[in-house]
């Protein structure tokens, strides 16, 4: 993953030099090369901009959705937990109601 993200840092890199020096050779006249470099670093500015807020924005939707998925598991588990507390606390009752019906069979033959 890190190598693909310098090859592609390299290639934009590349590509912007390339532009600039492209632009500094052509014949034509110091301002007008300036003022292309400007027009061409704001084009490139509010794209990258705009990719940022695309980016953030499902960034921020995909936290949202997988927030709302971990807020049903866990509210899942807790449901599950309760029925099986419910059913071990049945199951003890019983089991205790079973030892007072033998401690008061014990006590009548004593």
């Known amino acids: 993953m890190s190598n693909n993200g310098n090859t592609v840092l390299g290639i934009l890199a590349g590509t912007a030099v390339g532009a600039v020096l492209g632009i500094l050779f052509a014949p034509d006249k110091g301002s007008e090369t300036r003022k292309r470099i400007s027009e061409e670093a704001a084009a490139k500015r509010d794209i990258a901009a705009s990719k ?21 598991q866990v509210e899942s588990i807790v449901s599950n937990a309760s029925y099986k507390a419910e059913d071990v606390i049945t199951t ?7 030892l007072k019906a033998k ?8």
């Open 52 to 72: 940022a807020s695309e980016w953030r924005d499902s960034m921020a939707d995909s936290l949202a959705t997988q927030k709302t998925n971990l807020n049903d």
């Open 92 to 98: 003890l009752e019983s089991k205790l109601k079973d």
């Open 103 to 110: 401690n008061k069979n014990l006590q009548k033959k004593a």
